[in-house]
């Protein structure tokens, strides 16, 4: 299928080259929580990855040449800019808010709300579409699962608050890493639609502006950067507070650190065909030098921030990594 605008492919991009370093720092650490293999294992097979697909057959509106036209077209190039092997499904489902979601172990597939797909342009769904298919692409839709079934388990456990205090751990470590994670396939989708003021529409959007041309982007974006410079840490800690039940970051913060990335030269350079292919991918056996990489974005977010608190959760975060790595060394040496 012929892609309408003029957009820059990537055969064989390999997931590392839109890939935030603290996303796939993050995941690294979180394979290192004990115990993490074993839940994996378990909740793997306790669930039948089927019945979800059943349930989207069942509830959903399945795109295609009759049904959502141009969403099975937008579906397509997608998967093709950034060289998917097989084109996800993808469900149209009832839902007020703006929301997306890759899901599926073995056959992953996206869901969209159909708020999303009545407010968006399609500028906007092809970027939306293209993060999801970041995630497909990365494996994310694995964690994504996990993540969810795990939720459910957690609630009805809730009564066990000392059984269950492991599987929290858990839940909070993939909620940390899957917020890294939005940040990457925030990436995936720019460079699905190659276009920095449609990514901001849907930014503005999910921070509350149902009409972009109300919002001024100057405006919008001096907000993320008066939330990342308080100097108060009580601010900080309402801030932290917030934050860590959240499966997505702050849409104002995320806005401006894609952006930022869109302005830089990692994205002209793979717009220019400079980057990593799939076919030079090491197994994802040695986790170290992804931990090295998270350890030095958290030293350059410490450089940068004048959150007090974030200057501590920073070196936490970089210690964190690196001993992680240290661990993985001394096993790798084993």
């Known amino acids: 299928m012929e892609i309408t605008r003029a957009l820059v492919r990537f055969p064989g991009i390999s997931p590392r080259a839109y890939e935030h370093p603290v996303d796939r720092g993050a995941l690294a650490t979180l394979r290192a929580v004990p115990g993490f293999a074993q839940v994996l294992k378990t909740v793997a097979g306790a669930f039948s990855e089927r019945g979800e697909r059943l349930m989207a057959l069942?509830?959903?509106?399945?795109?295609?040449?009759?049904?959502?036209?141009?969403?099975?077209?937008?579906?397509?190039?997608?998967?093709?800019?950034?060289?998917?092997?097989?084109?996800?499904?993808?469900?149209?489902?009832?839902?007020p808010d703006v929301t997306a979601m890759a899901i599926g172990m073995?056959?992953?597939?996206?869901?969209?709300?159909?708020?999303?797909?009545?407010?968006?342009?399609?500028?906007?769904?092809?970027?939306?579409?293209?993060?999801?298919?970041?995630?497909?692409?990365?494996?994310?839709?694995?964690?994504?699962?996990?993540?969810?079934?795990?939720?459910?388990?957690?609630?009805?456990?809730?009564?066990?608050?000392?059984?269950?205090?492991?599987?929290?751990?858990?839940?909070?470590?993939?909620?940390?890493?899957?917020?890294?994670?939005?940040?990457?396939?925030?990436?995936?989708?720019?460079?699905?639609?190659?276009?920095?003021a449609a990514a901001l529409r849907v930014h503005v959007l999910l921070a509350g502006g149902v009409d972009p041309g109300r919002v001024d982007v100057r405006s919008f974006l001096e907000q993320a950067a008066e939330y990342e410079s308080v100097e108060d840490v009580r601010d900080s800690l309402h801030k932290l507070r917030y934050v860590e039940g959240m499966n997505h970051p702050l849409a104002v913060v995320r806005a401006a650190q894609l952006q930022r990335w869109a302005a830089g030269e990692e994205y002209r350079a793979i717009l220019a065909g400079e980057?990593?292919?799939?076919?030079?991918?090491?197994?994802?056996?040695?986790?170290?030098?992804?931990?090295?990489?998270?350890?030095?974005?958290?030293?350059?977010?410490?450089?940068?921030?004048?959150?007090?608190?974030?200057?501590?959760?920073?070196?936490?975060?970089?210690?964190?990594?690196?001993?992680?790595?240290?661990?993985?060394?001394?096993?790798?040496?084993?």
């Open 58 to 95: 069942a509830s959903a509106i399945r795109v295609g040449p009759r049904q959502y036209p141009e969403l099975d077209r937008l579906r397509h190039e997608c998967a093709e800019v950034l060289d998917l092997e097989r084109v996800p499904n993808v469900f149209v489902a009832r839902d």
């Open 106 to 196: 073995d056959e992953p597939f996206i869901v969209l709300s159909s708020a999303a797909v009545d407010l968006l342009d399609l500028d906007g769904l092809r970027f939306v579409l293209g993060h999801e298919m970041g995630h497909v692409l990365s494996g994310h839709a694995v964690y994504r699962t996990m993540m969810l079934r795990l939720l459910q388990v957690q609630v009805s456990m809730a009564w066990l608050p000392a059984g269950a205090l492991g599987l929290r751990v858990i839940v909070a470590a993939l909620r940390e890493w899957f917020r890294k994670a939005e940040l990457s396939c925030d990436r995936a989708g720019l460079l699905c639609g190659q276009d920095p």
């Open 275 to 334: 980057y990593p292919r799939r076919e030079d991918d090491q197994p994802a056996t040695d986790w170290s030098e992804d931990l090295k990489s998270a350890a030095r974005s958290y030293k350059e977010a410490l450089a940068t921030s004048a959150d007090p608190l974030a200057k501590v959760l920073n070196e936490v975060g970089e210690a964190v990594s690196g001993a992680a790595g240290k661990v993985w060394g001394r096993f790798a040496r084993e």
